[in-house]
């Protein structure tokens, strides 16, 4: 892993946060947010708390103070977690944790994280009563979320630039013989060796395989005269990675290489997938982002073979807005961040696959990837 410090989030742009989420209520005529263990929590407040049963649970509302209701046993990891100051209310075993997440709150509206697990949804809905509407929290904390401040992009980058040197590790060692499933653990622990807390997911798609976007490593034997794609992330600080490339081996005999089929897919992804880069800017609209990849490959012949979104959004989350996808007509701003990822798949054959993450720069695109994005071609 390489040294130096590592960027973090200020404490006070946790408080900066909480506020602008209490007036982002307000003006959406919410009573309160109420935000159980997840990425909201880690965002509003900086504490990643462990998912239990047990409910833990954000109150923001307008013009009060937020608090924080948690297990009892779980007061000191709270206070530990937190990045600013946010009263904590503990609740017993014996006691209904849900009483006291609505003490105080007679609304008619209140908004809950987005995935909130339906035994706490449930259990709230009942304390509250049926004259009480429940909205997503998405609805008020969406836009705060999706636009990254100048920290949130450094932890990004930093992410990226991890995942860019395991790629390249795994390109340069031995693949042919291995299993896929042996590939993917080496990923997820060099993904760790390089600064990510995880390593969420590693996708060694091999041979046929390739055509499967989200294929489970197996115990498939790679062999040589076939292509890899390689789509691995994690969270490093927080923040996600996630980039795919695409790897030919060759098992060192150079007539094992990529026949010209592939290699032609593989030119009409590569043009398109830099198109769709090329695309961002302020402005854009995320499906004119998406048309920017899809229309090249359609053109090519290839527009059945290309059946998923070209992105999503990260963060915190590894998938959350924006979403580059056909009728998405959102706007793109300064500060979003989010894959560009097009991918050519012939059932039962091939595939290859390109992603970056990208950024909304104020004069286009800032790519954090810097993985070289032609086929690579190794022994293996």
């Not at 946790?14 to 009573?31: P, S, Y």
């Not at 590569?270 to 982002?289: F, I, N, S, W």
């Not at 004069?363 to 190794?378: F, K, Q, R, W, Y």
Request: hydrophobic fraction near 45%; aromatic fraction near 6%.
């Amino acid at each position: 892993m390489n040294g130096g410090v590592r960027p973090s989030i200020p404490a006070a742009r946790f408080a900066a946060r909480l506020g602008q989420a209490a007036e982002a209520t307000e003006r959406a005529g919410i009573g309160a947010l109420l935000i159980g263990v997840g990425s909201d929590l880690r965002y509003l407040t900086g504490y990643a708390a462990l998912p239990l049963e047990r409910c833990t649970m954000l109150v923001v509302r307008p013009g009060a103070d937020p608090f924080l209701v948690v297990p009892r046993l779980e007061l000191a990891a709270a206070e530990a977690g937190l990045r600013t100051p946010v009263e904590i209310r503990t609740w017993d075993e014996t006691d209904d944790p849900y009483r006291l997440c609505i003490a105080g709150l007679a609304v008619d509206r209140v908004a809950v994280s987005d995935t909130m697990l339906a035994m706490h949804l449930l259990r709230l809905q009942d304390a509250l009563g049926a004259a009480t509407r429940f909205e997503l929290s998405s609805s008020v904390l969406r836009d705060m979320r999706m636009i990254k401040d100048p920290d949130e992009i450094a932890l990004l980058r930093l992410a990226a630039e991890a995942a860019d040197r395991v790629v390249g590790q795994i390109a340069a060692g031995r693949l042919v013989g291995r299993t896929e499933a042996d590939v993917a653990r080496e990923v997820r622990e060099r993904l760790v060796a390089e600064g990510h807390e995880e390593a969420h997911f590693a996708i060694v798609a091999s041979g046929p395989a390739s055509a499967s976007p989200h294929h489970d490593a197996s115990d498939r034997v790679i062999r040589a005269g076939e292509p890899i794609v390689l789509d691995i992330g994690g969270s490093l600080g927080g923040y996600g990675s996630d980039i795919t490339r695409t790897l030919w081996v060759t098992g060192g005999d150079a007539t094992r290489g990529p026949d010209e089929r592939f290699r032609d897919l593989f030119g009409v992804l590569y043009h398109a997938q830099q198109a769709a880069v090329e695309a961002v800017r302020p402005g854009a609209t995320c499906e004119a982002v998406d048309a920017a990849a899809r229309t090249p490959i359609t053109d090519q012949g290839y527009g059945e073979a290309f059946f998923h979104r070209t992105g999503h959004g990260i963060g915190l989350d590894g998938h959350e807005d924006p979403y580059i996808v056909v009728g998405n007509a959102l706007p793109l701003s300064e500060g979003m961040a989010f894959s560009i990822e097009p991918g050519i798949y012939l059932a039962g054959r091939y595939g290859a696959r390109i992603e970056d993450i990208v950024v909304c720069g104020q004069d286009g695109p800032i790519v954090l990837n810097g993985a070289p994005h032609e086929l690579c071609v190794v022994d293996g």
